[in-house]
C-alpha cells in the first residue's frame, strides 16, 4: 500500500539554524512527493515536489530530494528564519491511487529569535 | 495561478442546524475536489472525493447522509454537514486537482473552514 511516515514534532529552532524534517514512503508504482505547509488558521499550500527519482524540489530556500534508494524525501533549509514557523505535510500520489494524496501526520516548526 | 477559494471561512451555529461549504477553483477546471477534515494537531484525513457530474467516493466510517457532496460544475464543490452536533466540530479543508488523468499535479487547498456547534 501507499503510506508516507514523518518525523515527528514538534521542532523549535533557532533564527538561522539548519532544518531537516524526515520523510520516508512506502508506494507502489512510481510515486510524485510533494512537501506542504499549513500556517496558522489556514489550509494547506504546495511548498514544493519532485516527480522522480533524484529530481530535487525548491522554493524559498527549502529543498528535497527524491531518493528512491531510501525512499525518502526529506524537507531541508539552510537557514531557517521566524516567518517559517508553521506546520509540514509530506505527501505521495501515484497513478494506481486515483489522484488520491497520502499524508504525513505533519511536523510542526517553531522559529524563534 | 492555481487558486481555490473555501468559504465560509468561520461558522458558529446552533446544533441541529445544516451548514453549506463551498469550494470553487477560481482559474482553473477541477474535475475532481477532494474533502478533508483536520483536528487539532493532526493531519488531514481525507473523507471523500468528489467528481464532477457524479457521486461522490466516502472513505471508509464517513457517513455519506451526513456529509452530504455536490459537484455539480468544473468549478464548484460543496459539503453540507447536516443536523450538525458539536462532535462535527472541526476544520473542513477542500483541494482541487487541475486537469484530468495527470497523477502527478499537486492538489491546490482552499483556506479552509472552521465549524464550530454549539
Known amino acids: 500500500g501507499n503510506s508516507v511516515t514523518q518525523m515527528e514534532g514538534p521542532v523549535t529552532l533557532s533564527e538561522e539554524a539548519f532544518l531537516t524534517i524526515n520523510c520516508t514512503y512506502t508506494?507502489?508504482?512510481?510515486?510524485?512527493l510533494f512537501w506542504y505547509v499549513q500556517y496558522p488558521g489556514e489550509g494547506l499550500q504546495l511548498l514544493l515536489k519532485?516527480?522522480?527519482?533524484?529530481d530535487k524540489g525548491s522554493n524559498k530556500g527549502f529543498e528535497a530530494t527524491y531518493r528512491k534508494e531510501t525512499t525518502s524525501f526529506h524537507l531541508e533549509k539552510g537557514s531557517v528564519q521566524v516567518s517559517d514557523s508553521a506546520v509540514y505535510f509530506c505527501?505521495?500520489?501515484?497513478?494506481?491511487?486515483?489522484?488520491?494524496?497520502?499524508f504525513g501526520t505533519g511536523t510542526s516548526l517553531t522559529v524563534i529569535p | 495561478g492555481a487558486v481555490v477559494s473555501q468559504h465560509p471561512s468561520w461558522v458558529i451555529c446552533k446544533s441541529g442546524t445544516s451548514v453549506k461549504i463551498e469550494c470553487r477553483s477560481l482559474?482553473?477546471?477541477?474535475?475532481?475536489m477532494f474533502w478533508y477534515r483536520q483536528f487539532p494537531k493532526q493531519s488531514l484525513m481525507l473523507m471523500a472525493t468528489?467528481?464532477?457530474?457524479?457521486?461522490?467516493?466516502?472513505e471508509q466510517g464517513v457517513e455519506k447522509d451526513k456529509f452530504l457532496i455536490n459537484h455539480a460544475s468544473l468549478t464548484l464543490s460543496t459539503l453540507t454537514v447536516t443536523s450538525a452536533h458539536p462532535e462535527d466540530s472541526s476544520f473542513y479543508i477542500c483541494?482541487?486537482?487541475?486537469?484530468?488523468?495527470?497523477?502527478?499535479?499537486?492538489?491546490?487547498f482552499g483556506d479552509g473552514t472552521r465549524l464550530s456547534i454549539l
Open positions: 483541494s482541487a486537482l487541475p486537469g484530468v488523468g495527470v497523477f502527478d499535479q499537486p492538489q491546490h
Open positions: 508506494a507502489t508504482g512510481y510515486p510524485s
Open positions: 519532485a516527480t522522480k527519482a533524484d
Open positions: 505527501a505521495l500520489t501515484s497513478p494506481n491511487t486515483g489522484n488520491q494524496f497520502y
Open positions: 482559474d482553473f477546471q477541477a474535475t475532481t
Open positions: 468528489s467528481n464532477e457530474g457524479s457521486k461522490a467516493t466516502y
